[in-house]
C-alpha cells in the first residue's frame, strides 16, 4: 500500500511522521526498502531528538546505507510540499506551519526536497544564538547514535540471553534502541543494537570494555565492535 507524507522538514510533518513510525520499523513492509531511502533523502538532515521514533528510524536507515546498502523494492511513498487542507486544524495553524503555502505548480523544479534555510530562518536562529549567549546559558551536551556488532562465542550462545546482558547495561545518558539478528556464517549470528548516548556522560569505548567484554557478560559476548557512530 502506497503511503503519502507531508511537510517532512517542518514541525507538524515530523510530528506526523514520528506518530507514524510509532508501530513501525520502516515506511513500508517488514524490512528496509526504496521508499526509506526516499524518505531519508527527502529530509534535510538528522532528526530533533524529540521525536524519539524518526530518530530511531533514520539512524538504522543511515547505518544500513553505510553498510550494506539497501536493495528491497517499495510498496511507493509520495512526498508533498504540505498538507491535504482536510488535515488542517480548524484552529490557527502551528508556528511551524504559519508561513504561506507554496503555489501548486507542475514544475518540479520547485519543490524543496532538503528544507534549505531561507534569509528570514537563518536570521532567527542568529538572534536565538545571541539571546542565549546573552544570557549566560550553558549549551546542552551532544548527543550520538551508536550501531553496535556484538558477537557470541559459538553457534551455541543463547542470543537472547546475550542481548539481555547488553541491554541490563544502564548508566546515564545511555539509551537502548532497536536490536536484530545477523547471520555471519556458520550458524553463528550476531547481534546488532542501536544505542543513542550523551556525549559528556558516556564513553562507548568505557562501555564496551568495562561493561560489555566484562565479566558478567562476557559469559555470552566474545566481542563487541562498532559499526557505525553518528552526531544527533
Avoid at 166 to 187: C, D, I, N
Avoid at 195 to 220: G, K
Wanted: aromatic letters at 6%.
Amino acid at each position: 500500500m502506497a503511503v503519502t507524507l507531508y511537510s517532512l522538514n517542518s514541525a507538524s510533518g515530523l510530528k506526523k511522521l514520528d506518530d507514524y513510525l510509532l508501530s513501525r520499523s520502516y515506511i513500508t513492509g517488514y524490512q528496509a526498502s526504496k521508499d526509506d531511502i526516499t524518505v531519508h533523502a527527502a529530509l534535510s538532515g538528522p532528526p530533533s531528538s524529540e521525536y524519539v521514533n524518526v530518530c530511531r528510524w533514520f539512524n538504522h536507515i543511515d547505518a544500513l546505507l553505510r553498510m550494506c546498502g539497501v536493495s528491497a523494492v517499495g510498496q511507493g511513498v509520495t512526498i508533498e510540499g504540505s498538507a491535504p487542507p482536510s488535515e488542517a486544524a480548524p484552529s490557527s495553524p502551528p508556528v511551524a506551519d504559519t508561513k504561506a503555502p507554496a503555489v501548486e505548480d507542475d514544475d518540479d523544479d520547485d519543490v524543496d526536497l532538503f528544507g534549505e534555510e531561507t534569509e528570514e530562518e537563518k536570521k532567527a536562529a542568529e538572534e536565538r544564538a545571541a539571546a542565549m549567549k546573552a544570557s549566560g546559558k550553558k549549551k546542552e551536551s551532544g548527543k550520538s547514535s551508536v550501531l553496535l556488532d556484538v558477537k557470541p562465542w559459538d553457534d551455541e550462545t543463547d542470543m537472547k540471553k546475550l542481548e539481555e546482558a547488553v541491554r541490563s547495561v544502564q548508566m546515564e545518558g545511555l539509551f537502548w534502541g532497536a536490536s536484530k539478528l545477523v547471520p555471519v556464517g556458520y550458524g553463528i549470528k550476531k547481534l546488532q543494537i542501536m544505542m543513542t548516548i550523551v556525549d559528556d556522560l558516556v564513553s562507548v569505548d568505557h562501555l564496551i570494555e568495562e561493561y560489555l567484554t566484562a565479566e558478567p557478560a562476557n559469559e555470552y559476548i566474545q566481542s563487541c565492535d562498532i559499526a557505525a557512530f553518528n552526531k544527533i
